[in-house]
């Protein structure tokens, strides 16, 4: 996709402050970049009406949280008719184990990043639900042992 507006260097620059720390005040925006806070929130609200920044949230700690069991799971699909993709995400959409999915190309139609507390919640999930559904030809998963980088985002320098 290309965009179609142009971003300077300015805008940039708030993308790349808001994608390291989205609660910055809009006057600690406005010092980071050079601006006054006025046409700072502007430039801001402006990238939000063109859809370049999509919105907010806190990053929370899966662990702390009590949630330390996570998960790949490469689901391949008997079928690949568009109706049966989006019969699937629909599923998808109702799990709440599943923090993320993706469509990919290759040996697996879809690569899902589940979250659990324990094991047995993890291997219930697996079982009564994903290899379950219906279209589901074979899963693969893989337990995630350590999160060497976590870096949601696009690359700014």
């Given amino acids: 996709m290309t965009l179609s507006f142009s971003l300077d260097a300015t805008d940039w620059k708030i993308l790349r ?7 910055i005040t809009n006057v ?16 801001v609200q402006a990238l939000e009406r063109a859809g370049v920044i999509s919105g907010y949230r806190a990053l929370l700690d899966a ?3 009590g949630f330390d069991v996570r998960m790949f799971a490469f689901v391949g699909l008997k079928r690949q008719a568009d109706s049966e993709l989006r019969g699937f995400e629909a599923l998808v959409a109702q799990w709440p184990l599943v ?3 993706y469509a990919i190309s290759g040996e697996a139609d879809f690569l899902l990043k589940c979250v659990a507390r324990d094991l047995n ?7 009564r639900d994903l290899t379950a559904a219906p ?4 899963v693969k998963t893989t ?5 060497s980088k976590y870096e949601p985002g696009v690359p700014i320098p």
Avoid at 17 to 23: A, C, I, M
Avoid at 28 to 43: K, N, Q
Avoid at 135 to 138: G, H, I, L
């Fill in 28 to 43: 600690d925006l406005a010092g980071r970049v050079g601006l006054s806070p006025p046409p700072c929130l502007r430039r």
């Fill in 121 to 127: 919640a993890l291997q219930d999930f697996i079982i």
């Fill in 99 to 101: 923090r993320e999915a």
């Fill in 143 to 147: 337990l995630i042992l350590r999160v």
């Fill in 135 to 138: 279209n589901v030809e074979n």
């Fill in 63 to 65: 662990g702390v949280l």
């Fill in 17 to 23: 402050e808001l994608q390291r720390d989205g609660r």
